[in-house]
Each structure stands twice: as structure tokens, then as C-alpha cells.
């Protein structure tokens, strides 16, 4: 069991930067992929970025590679994600979420924890 908490998020204007925090609680944070999703409205919940047990493998969706970073610290228990040149498209609220399985990257199934989100608004 893993509890999350998200922190971060904001309104900000095109092309600003925004950091967003995830803190863990519970059991073994350094063994479960980490990963950010995302969801607009009237839009499905789609994973933005991922990353695994010890940090060295990323996954970023199309829409942010190059522009936003996922970390990790697993001494704070904590997931990172450095979102920078924002446009208006990346309006949404993001949630963290954790899986618990093999040390893979891959693949959007399996989140079975979740944060309660935190709201980006990208606007000038």
C-alpha cells in the first residue's frame, strides 16, 4: 500500500516552467514505477511521463518530450515532475500514480495508486 500526495501545480503563463512534487507514504516506495498522468477536460487520462525503481529508465509521452523531466528521489520518497516551455494544451489536472511489478517503463495498466491531482492552467 502506498499513499500519494501531489503539490505543485498552478496557473501559469505559456511558456513558464512548473515543478510538481508527489510525496509517498507506505511501504517500499524504491520497488513501485512511478508515474505522472494527466487528464483535460473531455479528454481521457493519459500517462505523461514514467519512470523506474531506480530512476535510470524514463518514458515521456510524444506531446512533452523534451520539455518536461520526471525524477526521482527514493530516500524522500518523493517523484518529481519539471514541466518547462508550458502551452496552453498542457492545461489539465496531473496525478501521480505508483504500480507495483516488474521494473519496467512500458505501458499505461497497472497504476493501482493514486494521488487526488493537482491542477495546471496554462493561459496568458
Known amino acids: 500500500q502506498v499513499q500519494l500526495v501531489e503539490s505543485g501545480g498552478g496557473l501559469v503563463q505559456p511558456g513558464d516552467s512548473l515543478r510538481l512534487s508527489c510525496a509517498a507514504s507506505?511501504?517500499?516506495?524504491?520497488?513501485?514505477?512511478m508515474g505522472w498522468f494527466r487528464q483535460a477536460p473531455g479528454k481521457e487520462r493519459r500517462l505523461v511521463a514514467a519512470?523506474?525503481?531506480?530512476?535510470?529508465?524514463?518514458f515521456y509521452g510524444d506531446s512533452v518530450k523534451g520539455r518536461f523531466t520526471i525524477s526521482r528521489d527514493n530516500a524522500r520518497s518523493a517523484v518529481y515532475l519539471q514541466m518547462n516551455d508550458l502551452k496552453p494544451e498542457d492545461t489539465a489536472v496531473y496525478y501521480c500514480?505508483?504500480?507495483?511489478?516488474?521494473?519496467?517503463?512500458?505501458?499505461?495498466?497497472?497504476?493501482?495508486?493514486w494521488g487526488q491531482g493537482t491542477q495546471v492552467t496554462v493561459s496568458s
Open positions: 500514480a505508483a504500480r507495483w511489478g516488474p521494473d519496467t517503463v512500458v505501458g499505461e495498466a497497472g497504476y493501482d495508486y
Open positions: 519512470i523506474n525503481w531506480s530512476g535510470a529508465n524514463t
Open positions: 507506505g511501504r517500499a516506495f524504491y520497488r513501485f514505477i
